[in-house]
Structure formats: C-alpha cells, structure tokens
C-alpha cells in the first residue's frame, strides 16, 4: 500500500516544530510583557488587549503546529485537510496584512506630524503631554517635537546640555537663554525625527515578520497539499487485475501435430 513519501513527512515534520517554536517564543513574549508592564505599575492603554492578542496567535500557531506534525505521522487525512485550510488561512491573512502595512507606511509621518501638532505650544498643553515630552527628551537626548522653541519661553531642564554632550555635537547655542541655562545650550535634534525613525523601524519589522509568515504558510500549503494528494491517491487507487497476454500462450507442442492427424 502507497505511503505518503518520506521526504515530504519530514520536512512536514520540520516545518511544524519550527512553528511550534515561534508559538512558543509568542506566548513567552506574551509573559514577558506581561510581567515588565506589572513591574513598571501602571494600566497602560491598550494593554490587556495586545496580550490578549499575543496570547491567542501563541496559541493558535502551537495547535496548528501540533495538528500538522500529528497529521504527516500518522498520515491522517483530516488533520492534514485541516492544516492545509489553516495554511490557506494563514497566508491570506498574513499577505493582506503585509500588503497593508506597506501601505500604510508612507502615511505614517504625516499623520503622526499632524497629531503632534496639535500638540503646541509644550509648555501650555496637558501635564501629561509634557510629561511625556520631558521624558523622551531625556531618553533620546533631543528637545521638543520640532523645536526647542516648542516651549516657547519655558524650556525645561530636560532640554539642557552639559559640557560634554556639547563636546559631541548634541547641542546648539541659544543666546537668549543664557541667564536661566549657565550652558546656554540644548539639545539640537527635536524629538519626532528621532521617534519617527524609531517608528518606521518597527514598521519596517512587522512587514519583514509578516510576509516571512506568509511565505512560511505558502511552504506548508504546498507540503501539505502533496501530502493530501499522496493519500487521496492511495485511497483512490484502482485496482489493477493480472492476466497474461494472448501474445505469450505457448503453442501446442510438435508432437501433438504428428499424432493427431486431421479427421476427413
């Protein structure tokens, strides 16, 4: 009886422990969250729902992984059908959210450059915009959005160089500011140049992650698909009945010739 071959049950093999792997690697980026947005305090907005998020696609991918690994062992045909319709699934999904994302990409800076805007002037917005604001500054090593004049005449100590930051290049000279600022410098990069970069890094990210998945779903279509085919085939295949051929029916020996002869 025809088997599926073994080639293709190993790289199926091969193919649904990696999975399983990144499903691992999901839900363990899922607690890790988790366990640093509790440390840091806080209800962050959108929290629950993100790891929500992560946890079920950490999920999913490891049932998926494991149905297709049970499935080219025990070369079931169900839950290798149902692997193959995830995969389907799968790379439709992934390839409209790739497609997405790359589109989405260019709009990004203007939209964010409009919302920031809206933002100014720092020093009469919200306390918690300019706590924001104050803490990339630090981090970044930047000030303001755009500017330093932002703030216009209530730049915060966040914003001040010291000798050797100026000494690197990272700050610009403001004359008028001398008095309040002994250094009578700041940063000289604003904030949303540094962020944007920042941001379309992540972009950049998800499209790359998000059609390698897609990529890896078409791979496991395909395996998958052969697979099915290979069993269809041995469940379908006709029987085939042996007979031996007129052409190969030996004669009748020569001696029945001579002792028979032909009745008149």
Same mark, same amino acid.
């Given at each position: 009886?025809?088997?599926? @071959?073994?080639?293709?049950?190993?790289?199926?093999?091969? +193919?649904?422990? +990696?999975?399983?792997?990144?499903?691992?690697?999901?839900?363990?980026?899922?607690?890790?969250?988790?366990?640093?947005? @509790?440390?840091?305090?806080?209800?962050?907005?959108?929290?629950?729902?993100?790891?929500?998020?992560?946890?079920?696609?950490?999920?999913?991918?490891?049932?998926?992984?494991?149905?297709?690994?049970?499935?080219? #062992?025990?070369?079931?045909?169900?839950?290798? !059908?149902v692997f193959l319709v995830c995969m389907v699934v799968g790379s439709l999904l992934m390839?409209?959210?790739?497609?997405?994302?790359?589109?989405?990409?260019?709009?990004?800076?203007?939209?964010?450059?409009?919302?920031?805007?809206?933002?100014?002037?720092?020093?009469?917005?919200?306390?918690?915009?300019?706590?924001?604001?104050?803490?990339?500054?630090?981090?970044?090593?930047?000030?303001?959005?755009?500017?330093?004049?932002?703030?216009?005449?209530?730049?915060?100590?966040?914003?001040?160089?010291?000798?050797?930051?100026?000494?690197?290049?990272?700050?610009?000279?403001?004359?008028?500011?001398?008095? !309040?600022?002994?250094?009578?410098?700041?940063?000289?990069?604003?904030?949303?140049?540094?962020?944007?970069?920042?941001?379309?890094?992540?972009?950049?990210?998800?499209?790359?992650?998000? +059609?390698?998945?897609?990529?890896?779903?078409?791979?496991?279509?395909?395996?998958?698909?052969?697979?099915? #085919?290979?069993?269809?085939?041995?469940?379908?295949?006709?029987?085939?009945?042996?007979?031996?051929?007129?052409? +190969?029916?030996?004669?009748?020996?020569?001696?029945?010739?001579? #002792? @028979?002869?032909?009745?008149?």
């Amino acid at each position: 009886m025809a088997q599926v @071959n073994a080639c293709i049950k190993r790289l199926l093999t091969i +193919f649904n422990i +990696f999975f399983a792997i990144v499903g691992g690697v999901i839900i363990a980026l899922a607690l890790l969250s988790q366990v640093l947005t @509790n440390v840091n305090g806080g209800d962050l907005e959108g929290r629950t729902t993100g790891l929500i998020l992560l946890y079920v696609v950490g999920a999913v991918t490891l049932v998926i992984a494991i149905l297709g690994a049970y499935g080219a #062992h025990k070369e079931s045909k169900v839950c290798l !059908i149902v692997f193959l319709v995830c995969m389907v699934v799968g790379s439709l999904l992934m390839l409209r959210a790739g497609i997405t994302t790359a589109i989405a990409r260019p709009r990004v800076e203007p939209l964010l450059e409009e919302k920031f805007r809206e933002l100014l002037p720092l020093d009469k917005a919200s306390a918690d915009v300019r706590d924001m604001t104050e803490s990339l500054q630090r981090q970044l090593q930047c000030c303001g959005l755009f500017s330093y004049q932002d703030w216009e005449d209530q730049i915060p100590d966040s914003c001040l160089c010291d000798e050797e930051e100026e000494e690197e290049g990272l700050c610009t000279s403001i004359g008028y500011r001398v008095i !309040i600022f002994p250094s009578g410098s700041v940063y000289s990069k604003p904030c949303f140049s540094i962020l944007m970069r920042y941001v379309l890094m992540i972009f950049d990210v998800m499209i790359g992650v998000v +059609f390698t998945l897609a990529a890896l779903a078409l791979i496991g279509l395909a395996l998958s698909s052969v697979a099915v #085919h290979q069993l269809r085939y041995r469940d379908n295949r006709p029987s085939v009945l042996l007979s031996v051929p007129a052409v +190969f029916t030996m004669p009748p020996p020569k001696y029945q010739e001579l #002792h @028979n002869p032909p009745a008149y």
